[in-house]
DNA sequence: TTGTGCTTTCGCAAAATTGCGAATAGAGTT
DNA sequence: AACTCTATTCGCAATTTTGCGAAAGCACAA
């Protein structure tokens, strides 16, 4: 429906070694480590304006201080949806999401 | 720092009440699952767009078909931000997090 | 009808994330 | 010094998400 059905195939193939060849991983340890840092950082920020401890934080979301920690540790990688959900509704606030075009190189 | 360092205690239990009692999981299923419908709609959206099958974007990203058709399924509640970021990837897009401020009814 | 391609559902094992206590560290106060 | 509050790190169990094959459904064409 989109375009061609058929010999959709070899496309894919061009995409599937545009993507993981070549930089293998170290798209995840860029532009995904600094997502991360990010994120860490948005839930600092965020519980600091609410003036919350961790401690207080955790409890709000129904869970520890040690968890919070860990969750604004700059080297955290497992951030989840559910979890900035959770921190997200108790600060009223809402987690936005979206898919945005990267440009390629130049 | 940010307010009364002291007797915060008091503004966290009201901040909990506030969020858990009186609707401890409504809040989940009315905004929560919405979401999660948008999401499970934009991945679609976004395969639909690239004009690829499930088992392209599943061999996209290094899995299965049945996998991608349960992230496109808008009753799926297990969406994680480690999945999205593959999905958006393989796609030339990056994820997009932000914490916006949610108006309290009136 | 058969065949083909795509999607959907189901079940369970594997991997990742969360829960949580305990211990440690740091800063500030008395 | 001791005391208090906060933050950080560690280890492991519990929960959640992912991987993946198999089977079935659906639409369309021959």
Redesign the interface.
């Known amino acids: 429906?989109?375009?061609?059905?058929k010999s959709?195939?070899d496309?894919?193939e061009i995409?599937?070694r545009r993507?993981?060849d070549g930089k293998p991983e170290r798209?995840k340890s860029l532009?995904?480590t600094r997502?991360n840092e990010e994120?860490a950082r948005?839930i600092h920020e965020?519980r600091?304006?609410?003036?919350?401890?961790q401690t207080?934080l955790g409890?709000?979301i129904?869970t520890t201080a040690s968890v919070i920690c860990r969750l604004e540790d700059a080297d955290y990688e497992g951030?989840?949806?559910?979890m900035?959900?959770r921190i997200?509704?108790?600060?009223?606030?809402?987690?936005?999401?979206?898919?945005?075009?990267?440009r390629?190189s130049a």
């Open positions: 429906m989109a375009q061609k059905p959709a195939t496309a894919v995409l599937r993507t993981y798209l532009e995904e997502a994120i948005k965020l600091a304006q609410a003036g919350l401890t207080q409890k709000l129904g951030h989840s949806l559910a900035l959900r997200a509704a108790a600060m009223n606030q809402r987690v936005e999401i979206r898919f945005v075009p990267i390629r």
